[in-house]
């Protein structure tokens, strides 16, 4: 490679690639594309809410950005091969796929769940885990038609290397997610499809408004951060960064990495 194509790869390494992140909608997910999108990539927001992606879409494209928006579910097989084959027809195809969709639900496993409520343990299961897999399952075969060189990012958590009580069933599917991570990169090695995870810590997203009223959020999260070794608490941005690096094409020694970006958080109590 010449000194100018360095340097041009350097400035958009994603140029003439598309690019679906699940969850698009807003937090984590809507960070990732809007970086890959600033890289050069193509992007389509995924989500259950169309109406939430496609205001985030609009917003990237105001911001000058390529950028669809993408209704689906990816709890269900039918929803996630809808997504995947909207996305590709949007797109043109698919070279990289983001599995960030997610539900966050904590408690202790022996409370069992509210009658009035979905079981805890279908719902995190359903999005977290199986939705990863219903997503990748419809994406291989874009990816694979695709430029070569392609990507899974699946967002995990920094849980599964630092376990907390009252988190074993989020926990055990964020668990999951890591071993399908190695196990595809193996397995689809031999198409130069790669596929890796970032788990993150304590991230501000709008996440933890679906478990806590929204204005004790703030005063939850500000308290992690003298628990953090690098002295706060995690954002969407920072997720991004580390997305952005597994994906980008030059990258391309990189397979079966679970990448924990969290701050220290996992390393223990200072």
């Not at 193996?186 to 970032?198: F, K, T």
């Not at 991230?203 to 478990?211: A, G, S």
């Not at 706060?232 to 970006?261: H, K, M, Q, S, Y």
Request: overall charge negative; glycine content about 14%.
């Amino acid at each position: 490679m010449t000194t100018t194509a360095r340097e041009n790869a350097a400035e958009a390494p994603f140029e003439g690639r598309a690019a679906l992140v699940t969850g698009g909608g807003s937090g984590i997910g809507l960070a990732i594309g809007r970086a890959l999108a600033e890289g050069g990539c193509r992007i389509a927001l995924g989500g259950r809410r169309q109406d939430i992606v496609e205001a985030a879409a609009a917003d990237l494209r105001a911001l000058g950005l390529t950028c669809v928006a993408v209704g689906g579910d990816v709890s269900s097989a039918d929803g996630a091969r809808r997504l995947m084959d909207a996305a590709a027809g949007e797109l043109g195809g698919l070279d990289i796929l983001v599995n960030c969709a997610g539900v966050y639900r904590a408690g202790p496993l022996a409370a069992g769940s509210d009658e009035n409520e979905p079981d805890p343990i279908d719902l995190v299961v359903d999005v977290d885990l199986k939705g990863v897999l219903f997503a990748t399952r419809a994406a291989i075969p874009h990816l694979r038609a695709g430029r070569g060189g392609a990507s899974i990012v699946n967002i995990s958590s920094s849980l599964t290397q630092s376990p907390l009580a009252n988190c074993s069933v989020y926990t055990a599917a964020k668990a999951g997610v890591d071993a399908l991570t190695r196990s595809l990169a193996a397995e689809l090695a031999g198409d130069r499809i790669r596929v890796n995870a970032v788990l993150p810590g304590v991230v501000r997203t709008p996440i933890f408004e679906t478990v806590m009223p929204p204005d004790e959020v703030a005063g939850f999260l500000d308290g992690f951060s003298d628990e953090v070794p690098l002295g706060r608490i995690g954002e969407p941005d920072d997720i991004a960064r580390a997305v952005v690096f597994l994906c980008d094409p030059t990258n391309d020694w990189i397979t079966g990495a679970l990448l924990t970006v969290d701050g220290g958080l996992s390393l223990g109590a200072p």
